[in-house]
């Protein structure tokens, strides 16, 4: 079997197991769980927010008005190539120390790929 197939069958099982309740937390890859891989990059964007303090912010609303849920929020920084953003549970909000606006930013378009967006902070 090709390996795309492969994950392509692995996605489609999961997605079946989340139908069914049963959370992705848990999925590991031998070393780390999903769980912990989402709470790394939480402290680790929140060390580089917090550090460019002067261009990043987080808002419990996005600027339409709208969001996932009561409990989420969405944080981001403006990079010299554009704007960078996550979503996080409010549980969160504290390990963000940064300016709060009413409503975030209009979102650029920016996808997962554009995370190389951060390195122009080194620059």
């Known amino acids: 079997m090709q390996s795309n197939e ?3 069958l692995l996605n489609e099982e999961i997605e079946r197991l989340r139908d069914r309740g049963i959370s992705r937390k848990a999925i590991s890859d031998g070393y780390h769980t999903f769980e912990e891989l989402y709470f790394h990059r939480m402290v680790l964007f929140s060390i580089i927010l917090n550090q460019n ?3 990043s912010w ?3 609303k996005h600027h339409d008005g709208t969001m996932f849920g009561y409990d989420s929020f ?3 920084i403006e990079t010299p190539e554009g704007q960078y953003t996550y979503h996080y549970h409010l ?6 120390d940064v300016k709060e606006l009413e409503f975030a930013p209009e979102y650029d378009g920016h996808k997962p790929k554009d ?5 122009s902070l080194l620059k």
Do not use: P, V
Request: proline content about 0%; glycine content about 4%.
């Open 6 to 8: 492969t994950i392509q």
């Open 91 to 96: 549980d969160y909000w504290n390990n963000f």
């Open 115 to 119: 995370i190389t967006r951060l390195f």
């Open 58 to 60: 987080k808002a419990k």
């Open 53 to 55: 303090k002067d261009i």
């Open 74 to 76: 969405i944080c981001g």
